[in-house]
């Protein structure tokens, strides 16, 4: 994601891309951050009859934060999709109930960026 983390757009940003996961059904993707020092974020997405879960692990604290800042945010994107956002984790390590018993191979942004195109 080339937004810097810090930069007001960043929440939209981060948003409409939960939300393009959100259009192809459960996803697992990996989000390279701006600036690089900040790492890697790994979503795991699950929808279900309109309803999404979503589990967001980061090792950085400051990422972890601006994220849960912007969750409001992202309820309402979702919400006027018609996607009611559900359970919700955002940690260091994966919730355990989101599971790996279907797990498909994380995206890489790029590749995603290059399908909205």
């Known amino acids: 994601m080339a937004t810097p983390i810090d930069h007001p757009e960043?929440?939209?940003?981060?948003?409409?891309?939960i939300l393009f996961l959100s259009r192809h059904g459960s996803q697992q993707a990996e989000l390279r951050l701006y600036p690089e020092e900040l790492g890697n974020l790994q979503i795991q997405l699950k929808v279900l009859d309109d309803k999404?879960?979503?589990?967001?692990?980061?090792?950085?604290?400051?990422?972890?934060?601006v994220i849960e800042t912007n969750l409001p945010q992202l309820r309402q994107v979702l919400s006027e999709q018609g996607i009611e956002l559900g359970q919700t984790h955002v940690g260091d390590?994966?919730?355990?109930?989101?599971?790996?018993?279907?797990?498909?191979?994380?995206?890489?942004l790029s590749s995603i960026a290059d399908d909205q195109q």
């Open 10 to 17: 960043w929440g939209q940003k981060f948003s409409e891309y």
């Open 52 to 65: 999404a879960q979503l589990s967001i692990v980061s090792a950085n604290q400051q990422v972890r934060q």
């Open 93 to 108: 390590q994966h919730n355990k109930q989101h599971g790996d018993e279907n797990s498909q191979p994380f995206t890489s």
